[in-house]
């Protein structure tokens, strides 16, 4: 079975600065998807970025990249000039490619934006 | 209008009562999910169905069941409540097949059970 960790429960950042959250997942699968998903206060899940195995090159959305390292089996997020509105708790997900019915989450890391 | 809604937002119950969870969904997808969250542990997943005639237990499917009445509805009910499954209760949908394999979430159900 996979599983994902994540090994920071909370995390804070300056406005503006730049902050990387944690993500590392055990699967013996060599096709599949990782994806980060953010969770603000009001409890909607929102997709931040994408990114799959069979891809060498690191996804990256606006201020949202990430470091995926196949071989370390690591997929950390990384927030560039953070904003307030990035304060949110952030899930680490995993889908497998053989058996892609079922997203296997994280634990979650809870981020806080300073002023 | 949200495409993948959640009825209700918030309920509170008893323990032993019947509940009934009700996810619609209308973008048209094949695929639809019922996850739990608890604080510090993730999203779990409860049940999953990929068409109507189609319903698979996930990992925690005791206590639980679902209904699929239509591509669009996809219902999670608690036969007894008890204080255990009070928690915050997601719908989740994928189409088939997928370029991403993004699921598309609801906004979410929070139970308690007294």
């Known amino acids: 079975a996979q599983t994902v960790t994540q090994s920071q429960p909370e995390m804070s950042v300056q406005e503006a600065e730049t902050v990387t959250l944690s993500c590392t997942y055990d699967t013996s699968e060599s096709d599949y998807y990782l994806f980060w998903y953010k969770q603000p206060p009001s409890r909607q899940m929102i997709l931040v970025i994408r990114?799959?195995?069979?891809?060498?090159q690191n996804a990256t959305e606006n201020r949202f990249s990430v470091n995926f390292q196949k071989a370390a089996k690591s997929f950390s997020l990384k927030i560039s000039d953070s904003q307030l509105g990035d304060a949110a708790m952030y899930f680490c997900?995993?889908?497998?490619?053989?058996?892609?019915?079922?997203?296997?989450f994280g634990k979650g890391t809870l981020l806080t934006v300073n002023p | 209008d949200a495409d993948v809604t959640q009825t209700p937002r918030n309920r509170i119950t008893k323990t032993g009562k019947r509940i009934m969870l009700e996810c619609s969904q209308t973008?048209?997808?094949?695929?639809m999910y019922w996850y739990r969250q608890d604080p510090g542990l993730g999203l779990r997943l409860i049940y999953y169905?990929?068409?109507?005639?189609?319903?698979n237990k996930g990992e925690i499917s005791d206590g639980y069941s679902v209904s699929r009445q239509a591509q669009a509805k996809f219902s999670l009910s608690l036969e007894s409540a008890i204080p255990n499954q009070t928690a915050l209760y997601f719908c989740?949908?994928?189409?088939?097949?997928?370029?991403?394999?993004?699921?598309?979430f609801g906004p979410g159900t929070r139970l308690t059970v007294l």
């Open positions: 169905s990929f068409d109507v005639k189609d319903i």
């Open positions: 973008k048209g997808h094949d695929r």
């Open positions: 989740a949908t994928r189409p088939t097949p997928s370029s991403y394999n993004e699921q598309f």
């Open positions: 997900a995993f889908l497998g490619g053989g058996s892609n019915y079922k997203l296997t």
């Open positions: 990114q799959e195995a069979y891809k060498q």
